[in-house]
């Protein structure tokens, strides 16, 4: 059996690697010839369950929520760690040489003509044939665009600034502000000195319109580089399998949509995938678990899309004296949503009940039925 995968980012990486420590021969191709560096911050669920030891720039240890004047800090269980993506890609691409595995620089894939996949390449046009075709192309992959629905798209842009002294070490800090992006806009430190100030938009111009307003109010001073892309949300009603392509990463839209985290999904997507190859078990069926927790952050999203600011100021004052949020860890918010209920049923009822007259009046039902 044949596999090619196309995209040499975390998710094409770590599919070839996994599949390669099984003996499946694989061939990557990617478009470029070096990896773009990316500020990232990841959950503890990334140490805890892959076995890879990028640089850890920095650490979070709690998040600080402002909106409407209102401000409410909570500490992590766990700290999220803070790496860039050109560290985390250098060290699958050596894991993977260890592997012998042939990556094709420079390769562009342009279509598929039935088995086999044609691209542009520094010496023209070439094909490959393959058995099984994996799409870890990210938001630009020429497959999924070609698919329905269509991809689901944000904007993201974050650009480096100096640390303000007004601000703790550690702690990041979030601006729910609807008025600037229904999404949110970010703070949070990879070094002693310098952080990283970004914003998510439904586009390039709201986003960076956002981006500049809050520079301006806070006094925020850039020093570094900026950095963007878009990101493809998770869509239920895309199926990740279509003929012998199977989507992971950004192209299947595994993406958390509350905070719109992609690397920690794709990579267990990536996981439930070289399972599938393996066993023979069907490719839908393993990401099941990763769907349900990409459904609930789908649903939570939906809500928050709904929000004014008054209303994340009634949020922030309903959890602020609970250490609720801190229990919760954004890539497993299902399990932990299920276990906090059954562990603290009093302080998860009295929230429950705080919250809700304010969900109904939010037509959370209405959201869930419509699911
Ligand atoms: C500014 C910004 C900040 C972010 N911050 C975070 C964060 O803090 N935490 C987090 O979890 N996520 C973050 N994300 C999202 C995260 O980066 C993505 O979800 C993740 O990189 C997706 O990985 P992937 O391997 O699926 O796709 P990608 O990283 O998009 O990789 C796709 C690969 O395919 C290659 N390719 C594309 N087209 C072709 C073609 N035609 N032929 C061959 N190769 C091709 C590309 O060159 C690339 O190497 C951020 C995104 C942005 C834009």
Not at 39 to 59: D, N, Q
Not at 65 to 70: D, G, L, P, S
Request: charged residues 25%.
């Amino acid at each position: 059996m044949r596999i090619l995968i196309l995209g040499a980012s975390s998710s094409g990486l770590y599919t070839a690697l996994k599949l390669a420590q099984r003996e499946v021969k694989v061939l990557l191709c990617e478009k470029e010839s070096s990896f773009e560096g990316r500020r990232l911050i990841l959950t503890s669920y990334f140490l805890e369950h892959f076995p890879l030891r990028p640089k850890v720039l920095y650490e979070v240890k709690g998040y600080r929520f402002v909106a409407a004047k209102t401000e409410g800090i909570f500490y992590l269980k766990k700290p999220d760690v803070v790496l860039d993506r050109k560290d985390l890609l250098f060290e699958l691409l050596k894991e993977c040489e260890k592997y012998r595995i042939s990556i094709l620089w420079g390769w562009k894939f342009e279509r598929m003509d039935s088995q086999r996949a044609l691209f542009l390449t520094p010496q023209g046009p070439k094909e490959i044939e393959a058995d099984y075709i994996v799409d870890a192309m990210g938001v630009k992959s020429p497959l999924r665009k070609a698919l329905d629905p269509a991809p689901n798209l944000v904007f993201l842009k974050q650009a480096q600034i100096i640390w303000p002294s007004s601000f703790k070490d550690g702690l990041s800090t979030i601006w729910l502000r609807p008025d600037l992006t229904p999404y949110f806009l970010w703070l949070f430190q990879d070094s002693p000195k310098t952080g990283i100030f970004g914003v998510i938009g439904e586009n390039k111009e709201q986003a960076e319109k956002a981006l500049f307003q809050l520079a301006q109010e806070e006094g925020f001073e850039l020093c570094g580089r900026t950095e963007e892309g878009w990101v493809s949300l998770f869509q239920s009603k895309f199926l990740p399998k279509h003929r012998n392509v199977f989507f992971i990463g950004d192209s299947a839209g595994h993406v958390k949509s509350t905070t719109v985290g992609g690397v920690v999904s794709g990579l267990r997507g990536t996981k439930a995938l070289v399972e599938s190859i393996q066993s023979g078990r069907d490719y839908f069926k393993n990401l099941l678990p990763l769907r349900r927790e990409l459904m609930i952050h789908h649903l939570l999203r939906e809500l928050l899309n709904t929000f004014n600011e008054d209303d994340y100021r009634q949020l922030i004052t309903a959890l602020k004296d609970s250490s609720y949020l801190g229990r919760l860890c954004r890539d497993t918010l299902f399990p932990d949503l299920f276990f906090s209920l059954v562990k603290s049923p009093i302080p998860s009822f009295k929230l429950f009940v705080h919250l809700l007259p304010w969900l109904m009046k939010k037509g959370i039902w209405k959201l869930l039925l419509k699911r």
